[in-house]
């Protein structure tokens, strides 16, 4: 939220934007977000895409000049609650080095794929293309723990462990960064994860006519030249109907064949559930749907800088600790 | 050569087999390869897609009751030389053991991905979601070399740095198998590739009607009761026109820019080059086309063993030990 909050002080997200979408193509959609939410952007987006996957089909729609879009299985999520099939990417700021390099070109630019599913809830996958988030370092860091070699680089494009090292050469932009799936080099395929990151700067950047590799979401860097410039965030969906391909019905059953046959099948000696994606997630909403949202007093207190910040007041069953209507209290916090 | 040979003599490739394509909305194709080669039935689709792509800017279709169709990426280089945009994806025979799992639930599941761009080569990029294919394992069985962990399990879905065991065991179907990208269980993300190899059987396998986790492409296993079962591979694919989203040159600039920023970007102090997916292998591809493919005596052995046992004559410039119709010799072999 903080970051949605300093976005439109600064001037970089522009609520109420009038953004504009045009259609070169039946099944094609171009999004013009002109600076504004990168939610109202997405929300817009793929919107559109379900009701055009409804009538034809298949849609594909990018959006350009947006911001950061929030959670990217948000969005394939609602194609889902209308039993479609979805692909949902963004591209972000540069975090991540690609193989072999030094400096950070390239977002964690995840990839959200959701399908319906019947008596099992939906295959909802939501990934960053790096080995690991941003937010894992910083645990790291606040626990001055050693990383495991593998997931970031320093300045000299070399095995970092110290994340306290690599995240304040993220700040000062001195080089390194997080590495991309599979690692540094060759090894562990890192050139894999370094691929699926620019497919998704391709689809989402390029693509779209929104910025690329390094210059997306990065206002300080692309104004240095004193120029004012916009993050200029790009996103893509894609939604597909199943219906067209075969009864919804046999689709559902055949996506529960499959997860079935994943959650039964032989589990590692030293493990006890085989986890379908999606499923973890979907088993803590209904938790959280049912007692509520634990808050812990650092959430709280940040929402509470926030809200006086904009002199909003604060709804009394947020500023509680938990976030439920009734205030309920309940024990566990994560 | 000879999977699809054996396949063939075995009845479980038909060659000459009756495709039949069905249109269910105009921008999908749904095809039936009624059991016929895996590469006619990708040609026949990609080409129905790069059609219907010029003319609608979009099309998706999938690919049923197929076979092993070769290689993921040559289909999205077929729409790359016309400047499309293309995704290529295919599931296949079950190598690779979910996270926390101790069988294989899922082939090696590969993603392509390809779009033009305009000075420099296209961007291909062709992974298996798998954290190394089988023959890495292969390599390192026949040179008596410890693999590092993070690559394959044991039968219990432990850690396992014995190749031979790990192919020993994925023949006997004893249990165990290669791990998805990312490796075992948390740490580098490895229900990342696990979710990637889930998406493409999703699209590839439930979507098109085929079939999907551990039943794709395993004759032997499927027809343990008796019945007759063919491979029954799924195919993906996906094909957009980028003129429809921005002028096609501009598109093309906007790839070149993209890729040059890679390529000049700073190297890690131990690394010359930073690559770029379809570089190494468009730039292989020139040489071979200008000096010849080099043929191993292994592989020229096993050509003309091939060629011996369905009585076809094997040309001149195979038998030579280097591809190339006038013959010459060249001295590097790959």
């Not at 972000?92 to 193989?99: E, G, H, I």
Request: with cysteine.
């Amino acid at each position: 939220l903080g970051r949605y909050v300093s976005g439109i002080k600064e001037g970089h997200i522009i609520p109420g934007a009038k953004m504009r979408l045009l259609t070169p193509a039946t099944t094609i959609g171009v999004l013009d977000a002109a600076n504004g939410l990168g939610q109202v952007a997405g929300d817009m987006a793929i919107h559109w895409a379900i009701q055009t996957a409804k009538q034809h089909g298949l849609a594909v729609v990018t959006v350009k000049n947006s911001n950061h879009y929030g959670i990217a299985g948000y969005y394939a999520e609602q194609a889902v609650a209308q039993n479609l099939v979805a692909i949902s990417l963004t591209n972000s700021a540069p975090l991540v080095v690609p193989t072999n390099g030094a400096d950070v070109l390239l977002g964690t630019n995840p990839i959200a794929f959701a399908a319906p599913a019947g008596k099992h809830p939906a295959f909802l996958l939501d990934m960053a293309t790096s080995v690991v988030p941003r937010g894992k370092l910083e645990v790291y860091d606040r626990n001055r723990r050693e990383m495991p070699g593998g997931w970031a680089v320093d300045e000299h494009g070399y095995d970092c462990k110290n994340a306290g090292q690599v995240l304040k050469n993220l700040i000062e932009r001195t080089g390194g960064g997080i590495l991309p799936l599979g690692g540094r080099g060759e090894l562990f395929s890192g050139y894999k994860g370094y691929g699926l990151a620019l497919m998704v700067d391709i689809l989402c950047g390029v693509l779209s006519g929104s910025a690329y590799g390094a210059d997306v979401d990065d206002v300080h860097r692309a104004s240095e030249g004193g120029e004012k410039r916009f993050p200029n965030v790009g996103h893509f969906f894609l939604v597909m109907d199943p219906s067209r391909f075969m009864p919804l019905e046999e689709f559902k059953d055949r996506m529960d064949d499959l997860i079935a046959s994943l959650k039964n099948s032989r589990k590692a000696l030293d493990q006890h559930t085989i986890f379908v994606h999606g499923e973890k997630e979907f088993a803590k909403a209904a938790v959280h749907r049912e007692v509520g949202v634990p808050l812990s007093e650092v959430v709280t207190a940040a929402l509470r800088k926030l809200a006086q910040g904009v002199s909003v007041e604060m709804p009394p069953f947020v500023a509680s600790g938990v976030c439920r209507r009734d205030n309920a209290k309940i024990a566990s916090e994560d």
